[in-house]
């Protein structure tokens, strides 16, 4: 086992859970990179599972210097008690000075427990992440103090520095198969969870990963003003091959399902186009459409920050304006 300051750079917490659709660790890997070819240090993911070889290698090939792997029984399934058990001791020993993992559910439940863990701080849901040129701290950016501002956020005198990223606002590297990398199988104490049983797990079935990966997402907002209009989208959607997202108000309304949430608590898209209706562009929705390539927004009020971004914006009803949308595209067809 590698004990010299190999270990000590940029950490990736690998989570290969439902990974054709989630690519997040490869992402963060592409991300953990940059951050460590600027402080000269390396990328090192960490695999843990039963069988984990074929993931370690899948991170090497995006740009893991490092994979830290650890097979157990029972490592099988995502236990957060038992993870933080593994874990835990390989920061104390090791001391990397970043280490991410993406927001996914598990993300957000793991994260929390080992940075009180390790007596240091957390930075969740991050939009950014940059090497401060004079200091070498991470500048971790992140929707604050309920979302009127982005935060930038340093963590000077703990370590590591942890965040958590969403799905999406990172791009992956390509797959390099003659990309060269060590893999290391660190001696490990699992002391699985005892007060939670496992009984069974079953794949739910959702649209999650079609909205993030499409090119059109057409977003709906407390504007629209009720569940019929808001169905609305989906006609227009499937008029555009694209895919419907929804802000908080919206689901907090039952309008839609949560799965279909944009922004700091929910998904990242970067479609080729992007239509916000009825959303008035709050910075924790726009989180998750800033990478959108192309942005049309309707709001019936010139002054919606919503316009800030959009590269089209179209004053006026949204409830008048969607059904010549609709009925516009519907002649084309
Ligand atoms: C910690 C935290 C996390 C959050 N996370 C998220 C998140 O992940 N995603 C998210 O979306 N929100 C999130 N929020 C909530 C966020 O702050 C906003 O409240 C929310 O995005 C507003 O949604 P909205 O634009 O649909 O509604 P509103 O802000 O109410 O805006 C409605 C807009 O519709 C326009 N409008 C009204 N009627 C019409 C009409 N007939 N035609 C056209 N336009 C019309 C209005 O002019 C207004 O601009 C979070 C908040 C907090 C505090």
Not at 39 to 52: E, H
Not at 100 to 113: H, Q, V
Not at 134 to 142: P, R, V
Request: proline share 5%; net charge negative; with cysteine.
């Amino acid at each position: 086992m590698d004990t010299s300051h190999d270990l000590e750079g940029v950490w990736v917490f690998g989570d290969y859970r439902n990974y054709f659709q989630n690519r997040v660790t490869l992402q963060l890997i592409a991300k953990a990179r940059d951050l460590a070819d600027k402080l000269d240090t390396r990328v090192i993911a960490l695999a843990l599972g039963d069988k984990v070889h074929q993931w370690a290698m899948e991170y090497v090939a995006h740009g893991a210097d490092i994979v830290l792997a650890a097979e157990h029984p029972d490592l099988k399934s995502y236990q957060v008690e038992t993870y933080c058990s593994v874990v835990a001791p390989w920061v104390e020993a090791f001391q990397p000075q970043v280490f991410l993992a993406g927001a996914t559910s598990f993300g957000r439940e793991f994260f929390p427990r080992l940075a009180k863990r390790l007596h240091t701080g957390l930075s969740a849901d991050c939009v950014a992440l940059e090497i401060d040129p004079e200091t070498g701290l991470l500048l971790q950016t992140t929707p604050g103090f309920g979302g009127e501002l982005l935060a930038e956020i340093v963590t000077p005198d703990h370590r590591p520095q942890m965040a958590t990223v969403h799905p999406g606002v990172f791009q992956e590297r390509p797959h390099d198969p003659g990309a060269v990398g060590r893999i290391l199988y660190p001696d490990v104490d699992v002391v699985p969870e005892t007060r939670v049983k496992l009984i069974r797990s079953k794949r739910q079935q959702t649209r999650q990963a079609k909205l993030e990966e499409a090119q059109v997402v057409i977003a709906g907002g407390r504007g629209l003003g009720s569940k019929e209009n808001f169905e609305r989208l989906y006609e227009l959607a499937e008029l555009l091959e694209g895919e419907v997202g929804a802000t908080r108000p919206v689901i907090g309304s039952g309008w839609t399902d949560k799965e279909r949430l944009l922004g700091q608590t929910g998904k990242t898209v970067k479609p080729r186009l992007l239509i916000s209706i009825g959303a008035s562009g709050a910075v924790q929705y726009t989180t998750g459409i800033l990478g959108s390539e192309n942005i049309v927004a309707i709001n019936r009020d010139p002054q919606a920050p919503i316009f800030n971004m959009a590269d089209l914006g179209l004053v006026g009803d949204a409830n008048t304006l969607l059904p010549l949308l609709i009925e516009a595209l519907r002649k084309r067809v």
